[in-house]
Structures are given as structure tokens and as C-alpha cells.
């Protein structure tokens, strides 16, 4: 267990997997987050370049809001959830205070392979990037090869982490394919386990995956439906 995020006093402010973000263009077409956007003028989203709204109070995180358009849009495809976005915040903030290190959240990689929206981009004096993806809903190997990929072509270093389920205490939890994915990799790197964000903590966790031993029942059944010869099969194996 490793605590050393700051707690943020912002509410969540907004309901399960809405259309936000947190850096929008302004009329110049230059990145400006939601923190330090000015009401009186308008603001745009990074991809479709539509109008979005900027919301910001007392309570709610500051973002900025898609508006429903007839045409197609990666941002408008992909809602975000309150955790997702608030750790984000807590990610950038806590890389921008390191000593000979920026942060930017929201941070988009042009590839020929295919562009990308880091959740959080670490920038060091040297140059070298990290980008770090917290990963909140499920995601197929395939998908996450494919975005891993933009990062390997621009040579850029990159670290998943998953969130914290509740289930994880249980015997029965079973890793998601990309954290098996991504738990394969640090294996190959000689890392037998890797961080997991808890969202209602605001803390990580070490995770690693082991071999469990699951429980069949056993039974017989007949080889052919002449019932002649039969196996049988069951107890314990590795899983």
C-alpha cells in the first residue's frame, strides 16, 4: 500500500460515464484546462472541434462538457467516469510536484499508428516521456495492444494502472485480460507485480498475479452415446 497522493476537497459533481474532460482549445486552437478557462469565451473540443461548455463551481471538479452533435467524435465516444477523471488530477499533480519533472493531463500523442490521448503525460528536463493510463473500464488485449503501440513508435515509456476493484480481496477474482496483459510485460522486465489506484482511498496498491488451484466437481460420462467405456474427472488443477 502506498499513499502519497494529496486529497483533493472537490466533489465529484456529475453522474456515472458522462461526456467530460478536463482540456478543451480555445479560439487560438491552444490547450487550456477547465481550471483556467475563461467563462466570456468560447471553448472547443480537441477532436471535433465542436463548441463544448465549460463547467465550473464551488463543488464540481472543473471540465468541460461535450455537446450532442449529428457528427462523429473519439472524445464523444468515450464518457468518463467521476474516478477516472479525478484520478487524473491526482496522477498530474502528484508527478508535477517531483523535482525536474512537468505533467500535463489529457495529453494527445500524434502517431502514424494511430493517435492517442495519454491520460497523464510526465515530461522530464531531458526530454523523455512517460505516459501513465489509468485504465477504469474493461479493456480487450487487443485494444490495449493497439494503443500501446502509438507509445512504442513515438518512444515514449508507458505505465497501466488499473483500478481497484471491490471483488479484489476475493478468492474467486480473476485479472482483467489487460492486466494480465500488462502483468505479463513487467514479468518479461523482471517486475513480479505492479501498482492498482483505489479510487476511494486515493492510494495505490501492489498487485501481482498468482496460480490458484480450482475445485471441479467430479463426475463421469459415457465416451459414446452406446455407452461402452467411460471417463471420469474432477478435484483440483492449476488455474
Known amino acids: 500500500m502506498f499513499g502519497w497522493f494529496r486529497h483533493r476537497r472537490e466533489s465529484l459533481g456529475w453522474g456515472d460515464h458522462q461526456i467530460v474532460f478536463l482540456v478543451a482549445h480555445d479560439f487560438l486552437d491552444d490547450r487550456v484546462e477547465a481550471t483556467d478557462a475563461v467563462r466570456k469565451y468560447d471553448h472547443f473540443c480537441p477532436e471535433c472541434k465542436a463548441q463544448v461548455t465549460l463547467k465550473r463551481g464551488p463543488i464540481k471538479i472543473a471540465h468541460f462538457a461535450h455537446r450532442p452533435h449529428g457528427g462523429f467524435c473519439e472524445y464523444a465516444s468515450a464518457p468518463e467516469t467521476p474516478e477516472h477523471l479525478f484520478g487524473k488530477l491526482l496522477f498530474r499533480d502528484e508527478m508535477a510536484s517531483r523535482p525536474r519533472l512537468t505533467a500535463e493531463v489529457e495529453w494527445i500523442v500524434p502517431s502514424q499508428v494511430g493517435d492517442r490521448r ?27 495492444i493497439r494503443r500501446a503501440r502509438t507509445y512504442a513508435h513515438e518512444k515514449i515509456v508507458q505505465t497501466w494502472v488499473p483500478f481497484l476493484r471491490k471483488n479484489i480481496n476475493s478468492e474467486k477474482y480473476v485479472p482483467r485480460p489487460f492486466e ?35 475445485h471441479v466437481p467430479l463426475k463421469e460420462w459415457p465416451v459414446s452415446v452406446d455407452g461402452g467405456g467411460g471417463y471420469d474427472g474432477g478435484g483440483y488443477g492449476g488455474g
Request: proline residues 3%.
Open 118 to 144: 495519454a491520460d497523464v503525460m510526465v515530461f522530464t528536463e531531458k526530454g523523455s516521456r512517460l505516459a501513465i493510463e489509468l485504465q477504469h473500464s474493461p479493456l480487450s488485449k487487443e485494444d490495449v
Open 180 to 214: 494480465q496483459w500488462w502483468a505479463n510485460i513487467l514479468k518479461k522486465r523482471g517486475y513480479d507485480s505492479y501498482w492498482m489506484y483505489d479510487s476511494q482511498e486515493k492510494m495505490l496498491w501492489e498487485a501481482k498475479i498468482k496460480p490458484r488451484m480450482i
